[in-house]
């Protein structure tokens, strides 16, 4: 059912914690399906330095947050924002179907993490009700 990378990464995470002078932080999720990614980061002229995160949920949720932040780590923002769920479920070779919305949490995380960032800096940022993508979630959690 699951890889021995997500096995890994959900026995043992890379990047827990939290980052006290993080000047980068998102949260996303919903407590009503049990997810709840929180990413820090400290971003210096315009490189993740280092990256943590807390997750409340499943060994999946746990698994896709620790690969995300390997990702990122040491990255510039935009190479962090061009990452996707797909690429962090090829990290993990692969994700079963009903836990494809941890990478998408995943990836959601990273992107509320970086507009915080502009957003403190700043920046005009994007719109952050615009989705690139349609897993349908939004609309469920309405109901």
């Known amino acids: 059912m699951y890889s021995e990378k997500v096995l890994d990464h959900f026995s043992n995470p890379r990047n827990v914690g939290e980052i006290e002078d993080a000047n980068a932080v998102g949260q996303v999720g919903n407590a009503k399906c049990g ?3 929180k990413i820090y980061m400290d971003i210096e002229d ?6 943590k995160f807390k997750t409340f949920g499943c060994g999946a949720a746990i698994a896709t947050s620790s690969m ?7 990255k510039t923002v935009d190479e962090a924002l061009a990452l996707t769920n797909k690429a962090v479920m090829e990290a993990l070779d692969g994700l079963p179907p009903e836990k494809i919305h941890c990478s998408v949490l995943a990836e959601e995380a990273i992107r509320a ?4 960032y502009k957003a403190r800096s700043g920046e005009v940022t994007e719109d952050k009700n615009k989705c690139d993508f ?9 109901k």
């Not at 993490?113 to 915080?116: N, Q, S, T, V």
Request: proline share 0%; aromatic share 0%.
């Open 68 to 74: 995300a932040t390997e990702m990122v780590k040491g």
């Open 134 to 142: 349609c897993c349908k979630r939004c609309q469920i959690e309405e």
């Open 35 to 37: 997810d709840i990614m």
């Open 46 to 51: 315009n490189v993740i330095k280092d990256v």
């Open 113 to 116: 993490a970086i507009e915080d």
